[in-house]
């Protein structure tokens, strides 16, 4: 039985064709590389109902994943996260049907586990003794984790105000860690250099290889098997580099090919923060590509990316399935995340806060209907970022009592 139906690699920008079988960055355009699958054969292959009775996890996609030898796939359950509804949420925003694809309660706490799934595999597989990236944190603690589990090293260097809790993930699995006095520009300036100099390591910045991408896909996918192999009208995905809202663009128009779903493709939205809003601003200039964001800052540190590689390609996607990209402020993101977790009992990460801060300005844009079908895309775990939530809480005294409620 074929596992995997690659075929090859190609450019984003030009479609030159690159050999899938060897490690591989960018192309020589210096854009993105994607992988193609054999998507006639994946058809005669497997329906889906047989990806039905597989385990739920996202290698329950391994025709259209890049992992060729099973035996090669490094795991640690990621996938198949729950798509849930929020009524209440739904009622305060002026929705009647809103879903949360929670990415919280996946493998390392964020939707970043699987790209490191995917590429760490992927990586193995192709022959890496080792992987090094820049990361603002949640990606480069993942990709310590499943490197370890691979029996890969790990080279991750972030910007000094990165969470700390992502800098003790990468510590206790073993990284070689470093902290970058600047933004994680200036922390892939020092990978790439880095890199340079030791034998058999890849460098896996985003999208300068070609298989995080594939990893988070897997999120397409799975909204559409959730709603019984159909697709919702409007996703909003917090975006920063990219790769989560490009690869749902990806899977979607794969999933077409593959006669798996029918009809229009959902509304794709990009939400930024204000403070670090360069596809936002390409979108409403017209333009094909962002320009660098100057003193990126947000609360929403996931999505603190100046200038993307993929740039071109989430406009791309929200473009050509009729969406539009959105900047909301640190205060109106913090704001829904306490609503949410009042209104609905999830904790969510400001990233994913972002986009819930985004309902009311895209309701009263008219971007949303009332009675669109909503899913909002959650990249993490609230509890990974503890210093977005003041807690001031009153000490009573042994003999004190607890104040009466009216």
């Known amino acids: ?46 329906t889906p109902d047989d990806i039905a009775r597989r385990e739920p996890t996202l290698w329950r996609y ?60 992927r990586a193995a597989e192709l022959g890496a003794r080792g992987v090094a990236m820049p990361t603002n944190g949640n990606a480069g ?3 310590a984790l499943y490197a370890a589990r691979a029996g890969l090293g790990s080279l991750i260097a972030m910007p000094d105000d990165a969470p700390p809790i992502t800098m003790a993930e990468c510590r206790v699995a073993g990284a070689e860690l470093y902290r970058v006095d600047g933004l ?39 909204i559409a098997e959730q709603l019984g192999w159909r697709m919702p009208d409007v996703i909003l995905y917090p975006t920063g580099g990219g790769v989560g809202i490009i690869g749902i663009h990806k899977a979607l128009l794969e999933l077409k090919e593959l006669g798996w779903v029918t009809g229009d493709l959902p509304r794709l939205v990009a939400v930024q923060a204000t403070g670090c809003a360069p596809i936002v601003e390409a979108y409403e200039n017209g333009a094909e590509e962002s320009t660098p964001f100057p003193g990126a800052r947000t609360v929403a540190f996931g999505i603190t990316v100046p200038k993307a590689l993929g740039d071109f390609l989430v406009l791309r996607a929200v473009r050509e399935t009729g969406g539009t990209a959105v900047a909301v402020t640190d205060e109106e993101l913090l704001a829904a995340q306490t609503e949410l977790a009042e209104l609905e009992g999830a904790f969510i990460c400001p990233e994913g806060a972002a ?27 609230g509890v990974k970022y503890p210093e977005t939530v003041r807690v001031d809480v009153p000490l009573l005294a042994k003999d004190g009592r607890i104040p009466a409620r009216g």
């Open 184 to 222: 994680i520009g200036d922390a892939g300036r020092l990978v790439g250099a880095a890199v340079g100099e030791r034998d058999g390591y890849q460098e896996v910045s985003t999208l300068k290889e070609p298989y995080r991408l594939e990893g988070k896909k897997t999120m397409g996918y799975e």
């Open 141 to 143: 603690a993942a990709w």
């Open 62 to 121: 391994h025709e259209v994943l890049p992992v060729r030898d099973p035996e090669r796939v490094v795991s640690l359950g990621e996938g198949m996260t729950p798509l849930l509804p929020l009524p209440a949420y739904a009622r305060r925003a002026g929705l009647n049907r809103l879903l949360m694809k929670d990415e919280g309660l996946i493998p390392t706490g964020t939707f970043k586990a699987r790209g490191a799934a995917v590429g760490v595999s």
């Open 1 to 46: 039985m074929t596992f995997s139906f690659l075929s090859h690699l190609e450019c984003s920008r030009t479609g030159e064709r690159y050999d899938a079988g060897v490690l591989q960055g960018t192309s020589a355009a210096g854009a993105p590389l994607l992988a193609r699958y054999d998507l006639g054969r994946v058809r005669d292959a497997v």
């Open 355 to 381: 986009c819930f801060a985004a309902l009311g300005t895209l309701r009263d844009g008219g971007h949303l209907d009332a009675d669109d079908e909503v899913v909002v895309l959650n990249t993490g775990a």
